[in-house]
């Protein structure tokens, strides 16, 4: 493949996440290390695109790195219990200070328009405000926190109304009580609860690490919230920010927010590989939604055309084309993840001979291994047995190993039924599998 065909063919595939962003709101949460880092112009550039694709962006920024030179510079040790910052009145001023310079020089870098770079010709509007509310911590097991608040409200309407008017809104780690007072928050909380009063579509926490790492140290691709918590709760140490995210992508999934994003701060364009890839680069919570197994219907057929003809191309299943297989949907079955179909099979019964052929079992590639065919096999002998039907056979060119190994035994020509022998294809020497499925519940199953 040439360069530019592979670049043609990545455009292509980034289509359908443009058209899904355009007009969704997307809340984007940074440590101060961002900009502490020089990382921050470079973001700006991803930001801008974003932005002109648009998406309606709420930037939320961490002021800690930018705090503690403060407090060290006046000789001050900041003081942390349970990872939250005890905030005096001095370690407040330190704070309001970080924060609004650093809020200076955000604006200011997403305000520049050089010449001949990505940012020429644009301009970015950022607004900011006192859209977050917030009410003290109090005292905890016997220690004040003092400056140190938590959310108490977001104001959803007045932030929407600046994004309307295709502003980005940019919210420093504090809030304003009505009593006037000022407190000091964590990034993450404004952001949580920031994407979840706007209902946002994303929740995007830039992070030290690639993303959430497994016992092997390796990025985890996809979580749902329910495993997210399950590995909270397993004990396993997770690095510091992970620690402090994951929980709030667990919270924000299992309230209004479907998608909450971990990604490294430390590889230049990984917001963009994160947003327009399929595969991602960091680690994706995502609603605990289940796959769905149901009969197919006609609106299926493009969705399982897409998903056979591959495997089609290869030989490895017999062509079906568009007709044939309106005439036959309902025989079929599709597993849907997220309402896109990622895997289907068809049971073809033969009433008069009490068997049925199993046919078309196929799992997109990006979900193998991972017991899908194992759960579409199990759908389909379910069936049989409901139909009445106690012999199940297939014919399969390659992929005859796997259901050997789920107890299909390798048979001869002459065992298919009658009608089927007549129309046994000698060209393609399918081999010819059985399984006889018992009245019992479940059919034994290796691992
Ligand atoms: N680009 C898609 C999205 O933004 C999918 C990202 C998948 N990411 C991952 N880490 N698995 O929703």
């Known amino acids: 493949m040439t360069r530019s065909d592979s670049f043609v063919n990545w455009f292509r595939s980034a289509a359908p996440y443009i058209n ?12 101060g290390e961002v900009v502490a880092d020089g990382k921050f112009i470079a973001l700006t550039h991803d930001l801008n695109l974003l932005e002109s694709l648009g998406v ?38 330190c704070v309001i200070e970080a924060a609004a310079t650093l809020g200076f020089e955000i604006e200011a870098l997403l305000s520049m328009g050089v010449a001949n770079s990505h940012m020429a010709g644009s301009d970015i509007r950022v607004a900011s405000g006192n859209f977050v509310t917030a009410r ?24 929407r109304r600046r994004l309307d008017d295709e502003e980005i809104v940019l919210l420093p780690p504090l809030g304003y009580s009505p009593t006037g007072e000022i407190f000091n928050l964590t990034v993450e909380e ?4 920031t994407a979840i009063a706007l209902g946002a579509e994303k929740l995007i926490f830039l992070t030290d690490t690639p993303g959430v790492l497994n016992s092997q140290g390796q990025t985890i691709s996809e979580l749902t919230a329910q495993e997210a918590e399950t590995l909270l709760k397993s004990g396993k140490p997770q690095p510091e920010d992970v620690a402090f995210y994951l929980p709030c992508a667990v919270r924000a999934c299992r309230s209004t927010v479907p998608r909450v994003h971990l990604i490294t701060r430390h590889v230049d364009g990984a917001l963009i590989q994160e947003l327009f890839t399929r595969e991602g680069i960091g680690t994706m919570v995502m609603r605990d939604t289940h796959d769905v197994l149901r009969s197919a219907n006609l609106e299926d057929v493009p969705g399982i055309l897409s998903l056979i003809e591959p495997l089609e191309a290869d030989g490895v299943l017999v062509k079906r084309n568009r007709v044939l297989l309106e005439g036959e949907i309902d025989r079929f079955s599709v597993l849907t993840h997220e309402g896109r179909i990622i895997g289907c099979v068809a049971l073809y019964p033969l009433a008069d001979e009490g068997a049925g052929e199993l046919a078309c079992l196929a799992i997109n590639p990006d979900f193998r291994n991972l017991g899908r065919g194992d759960a579409l096999l199990r759908h389909v002998e379910q069936q049989a047995r409901k139909m009445g039907i106690r012999r199940l056979f297939l014919l399969s060119t390659r992929t005859g190993q796997w259901f050997a190994e789920r107890g299909f035994v390798e048979s001869a020509i002459d065992q298919l039924p009658q009608a089927k022998q007549e129309l046994y294809n000698y ?4 081999k010819v599998f059985i399984k006889h499925i018992s009245d019992n519940i479940a059919a034994k199953v290796k691992p």
């Open 136 to 159: 003290p911590i109090g005292v905890v097991d016997g220690v004040d926190f003092q400056h140190t608040g938590l959310v108490r409200k977001i104001d959803a309407v007045g932030i």
């Open 20 to 31: 899904a962003f355009r007009d969704r709101t997307f809340v984007i949460a940074f440590g």
């Open 427 to 430: 060209q393609r020497r399918s």
């Open 190 to 193: 404004v952001a949580t609860a």
């Open 56 to 93: 309606r962006l709420v930037l939320v920024h961490g002021a800690r790195p930018q705090t503690e030179a403060r407090l060290s510079a006046r000789g001050v040790k900041p003081r942390y219990v349970n990872g939250t910052r005890v905030t005096d009145a001095l370690a407040l001023s």
